[in-house]
């Protein structure tokens, strides 16, 4: 499933994140927790930042942490529901963030993860419903419009898809996995030209993004770019 955050990150561990540096960041947030034990925010960093780097178990323990002094904390059901959605744990991971969004109904972060996870586990129509949601509550909330037009291009309602993902595109332009999005239904709608350009515009905003490159290389390969078509998938 994909996981969306809210956290309010110090500019220094921001781009230790941003560069891939997880393990440094986690050494300054650990030194600045030696004087503050309880910061919340300093916590869901550094939760955060352990679910970046695939530890699950290290995760659990920093959201418990935070919710054995405030069980209401709505970060730490957030973030505990997602550790325990990548712990495959689903049941336990919706009831948290269902409990969340009890207690703060328009928190978007929620809606969205729930959606995701809903999504994930083929509750496809609740999905829809929590993004929908998501976007009434923040109408920029780009990563929902991502998700609505994912599910309605599986479900082969391309119009719609392509509305919903022109829309998140208008909303933030520099999205890459937006615009591989909009590329994909545009291919399957068999608007080669426009989804190449697309594309393009994908691989350069998300060059790490697989999509991006695999709706490059269908475009490539439908105008017989074979050579091009290889190397988008290298």
């Not at 069980?71 to 973030?79: C, E, F, V």
């Not at 712990?87 to 928190?107: F, G, M, T, V």
């Not at 995701?116 to 920029?140: H, N, T, V, Y």
């Not at 350009?197 to 269908?218: E, R, Y």
Request: proline share 3%.
């Amino acid at each position: 499933m994909t996981i969306y955050y809210s956290v309010q990150w110090a500019p220094e561990i921001l781009h230790l994140f941003s560069s891939g540096e997880i393990n440094s960041a986690i050494k300054i947030i650990d030194k600045k927790l030696s004087k503050n034990p309880t910061s919340e925010s300093l916590l869901c960093q550094k939760g955060v930042l352990l679910q970046t780097s695939g530890d699950v178990a290290g995760s659990l323990a920093i959201f418990d942490r935070i919710l054995s002094c405030n069980p209401d904390s709505i970060p730490g059901l957030i973030g505990k529901g997602v550790s325990l959605a990548n712990a495959h744990q689903h049941e336990d991971a919706i009831i948290l963030l269902k409990k969340a969004l009890i207690l703060s109904p328009a928190d978007d972060t929620a809606l969205m993860n729930l959606g995701s996870l809903m999504a994930a586990i083929g509750q496809k129509k609740e999905a829809l419903s929590l993004f929908e949601q998501a976007i009434q509550e923040r109408p920029d909330a780009t990563d929902a419009y991502i998700g609505k037009a994912r599910i309605l291009f599986e479900r082969r309602d391309l119009t719609k898809a392509l509305e919903y993902a022109e829309i998140g595109i208008l909303k933030r332009k520099d999205n890459g996995e937006m615009w591989a999005v909009h590329a994909e239904i545009l291919f399957e709608m068999q608007q080669i030209g426009e989804s190449l350009a697309s594309a393009i515009i994908a691989t350069q905003l998300a060059p790490d993004l697989p999509s991006s490159w695999n709706v490059m290389a269908l475009n490539r390969y439908h105008l017989k770019e074979y050579e091009e078509a290889i190397s988008a998938v290298k």
